[in-house]
Structure formats: C-alpha cells, structure tokens
C-alpha cells in the first residue's frame, strides 16, 4: 500500500508538470483563429464563460489544460475541465460553451482532428493481443475522460515542436500518430477504434450522418437511410441513437436549424424563404421549433447575430 501510494504521488506530480508546461506552450502560441503551425492542430483560449453555441463537433480531440467546457449532444452532457480530454468519432450537431474561464485565468485548450485513415493504419499495424477487446455495442459518438499522463506527454512534445520549424515535418506526423495510438488503447478506446474500422456501427451510422447532412432539407423514411447504411431498421435505429442520443429524425431538425441560423446570418429579413430552404413548409412550425432551440424567434435571433458579428466581444466570437 506504501509503495501503491507513492507511485500515485510520483503520476500526479507528473501530470501537473505536464499540465504546467502545456498551459504555457498553449498561451504562447495560440492565434485569433485558433490554428497553428501543424496541420489539424487548433489551440484556444477564451477569456471568460461563453453562452452556449450550437456547432457541429468535428471527428476530434480536444484536451483542456485550464478551465472547463460543457458540450451537450441530444440528452447527453459532457463535461470536462484541466486534464480532461473529449474524443468525438462522429461530426455531430453539439451546443458547446467554455464555464470556467477568466481574463487573469483563461480557458486554454488543445484540439487535434482525428483522421480515420491513421486511425485505420495503426489498427492494421497492432499485432494480436496489443488492443483491448471489443465491447459489445455501438459506443456513444462522444466520450470524456481523464488524460492519463502518456497522452499529455505526447501532446506537450507536439507543441514543442511549434518552436523547432526545422523538426516539425518529420517529427509532427510521429508523435500524432503516438497520440492516436494512446486514445485507441485507453479508456476511450473503443470510441475512436470504430472510426478507423469500415464495418463498424460507428462507421454505418457514419454514412446515415453524412447522407443526412447533404439532404437535410428533404423529407426521407428512416427505413431508406438504414438501407443505405447497410443495416436493418431495428438496429440501425438502436445504433444512431447510441452514437448521436437522437434519432434520425430529431437529428436532421438540429442540422436544419443550425443550417437556418448560418443563413439568417447574411438574410435576416427573409425569415419565411430560409425555413422553406432548410425545409420547412410551415412558418410557424419554422419559428417555433427555432425559437425552442436557439432561445429566440428568428427574426429577433437574426438581429442578434448581426450585432454579435459587429462587435469582436460579441456572443458567437
């Protein structure tokens, strides 16, 4: 017990070390874009608590140094603060806002786009026995956990090579694949195997997302969608609901409401014309569910929007 106490000492010490180091390669390289030198790596930092936004989530990483961020999916909430990091396999429709942050302690976070080819390689490399075993079930298209502190040694010499320009070529694509490898054998692992894997729920449920995305504006059964998938309805239904907490038809209303509020953004005089782009017949319907989902009706979230866009400390900066 001693030696067992000791040892978690020693990898706390080491965690807040990391911690330490990575807070401050994030702050002195972070950009008002949010990119960086090395491609599919973001760095961000918001100086205080944000209201929530909805988005789509990216096949991602994202890894918080400082503060905390929320991010909902359907009924599902995730939360996750300083060393904790989010994995998403799915771009999926997610409201999102940092809660703790402030301009003498800012929110500091990491991101790296996962890409399900590397992922597919690495999984074909592994000799027998190097993965864990397979759960039963589609796992959820979204997962938190603590970061273990390999994996936060690997994203700190990632950054580090922010500052070694004549490294970076070589060394970057190396130590994310490393940091892909340490996410597909840790605790979230099954979550982004199923990314780099053809035949998986995830990767069925997958094609349904992005046949969605592409005609969200037109009516469709869900028995057509799981065809095209490749599964029956009955599974198909249970394993988009396992990855997305919606079902086909709730997540299409998110995707055609985010895609009226993108729109109103640059016509916010044509309430009516952008509910029947993104699909919607009935004006009133339009308004309703627009207004249940954002907060406001339209064509007061529209001015709002305009506004927001005029000030650099507005609401979706």
Known sequence: MPDERR??????????????????????????DWTTAIDGVLISRVDRPDPPQPSMSGTVLAVIAQ????????????????????????????????????????ALGFGLTLDPSAVADLLLRAAPGDLPRAVPGTPSGIAVSDAPAALLDAVVRLLRLL???????????????EILWRLITGEQGATVRQLGLPDSGLSHVSRAVGWIREHYAEPFRVAD???????????????FQAVTAMSPIQFQKQIRL???????????????????????????QFSREYRRQFGAPPSRDAARLREAARSPAGVLT
């Open 67 to 106: 503060g905390a961020k929320q991010r909902a999916l359907g009924d599902r909430v995730f939360t996750y603060g300083a060393g904790q990091y989010l994995v998403a396999s799915v771009d999926l429709p997610v409201t999102g806002h940092f809660t703790h942050a402030d301009p003498g302690r800012p």
């Open 225 to 239: 969608v799981a065809r095209l998938s490749g599964m029956s309805v009955s599974a198909f239904y249970r394993s």
């Open 7 to 32: 040892d978690a000492r020693r990898d706390d010490r080491r965690t807040e070390a990391l911690l330490a180091e990575l807070r401050a390669l994030l702050e002195r390289h972070v950009r008002p």
């Open 258 to 284: 985010q895609e009226a509020r993108l729109l109103l953004a640059t016509r916010p005089g044509d309430v009516t014309g952008v509910g029947r782009r993104v699909g919607y017949d009935n004006p009133s």
């Open 163 to 177: 500052d070694a320009p004549r490294d970076r070529a070589v060394l970057a694509p190396l130590v994310v694949r």
